[in-house]
């Protein structure tokens, strides 16, 4: 059974770094498509980045794009996410994702493992 758990999150100025770790056990991650999520307090979860399996493609919401880079780590069996320039507006909890089919998506259904989350805030 594949379990993932996230790491990295906490409190951080606009404008300001953060770099979140999905670490996962159980199975190898190259099989896997990743994808980060996040959920704001009364809002749905969405889509922030996806790498497909051995990480031959990547995409990512046009809110993040030129912002946020998702990476692999295959001999750490981890998937990172970069955030650069954060806003108020990325404060959610984020989560990562995995499936073993497909390209990976930014769609929250079309995954099968969650990690927990970590909580981003951005606030000056």
């Keep these: 059974q594949l379990q993932l758990v996230e790491s990295g ?44 399996n051995y990480g031959g493609r990547t995409a990512y919401a046009d809110s993040v794009q030129g912002r946020f880079t998702i990476s692999r780590d295959n001999a750490k069996n981890t998937v990172y996410l970069q955030m650069n320039s954060l806003k108020p507006e990325d404060t959610a909890v984020y989560y990562c994702a995995a499936r073993a089919w497909g390209q990976g998506s930014l769609h929250a259904y079309e995954y099968d493992y969650w990690g927990q989350g970590t909580q981003v805030t951005v606030s000056s």
Excluded: M, N
Aim: with cysteine; proline share 5%; net charge positive.
């Design 9 to 52: 999150g906490g409190l951080v100025q606009p404008g300001g770094s953060l770099r979140l770790s999905c670490a996962a056990s159980g199975k190898t991650l190259d099989y896997y498509a990743i994808g980060w999520f996040r959920q704001a307090p009364g809002k749905e979860r969405e889509g922030v980045s996806y790498t497909s």
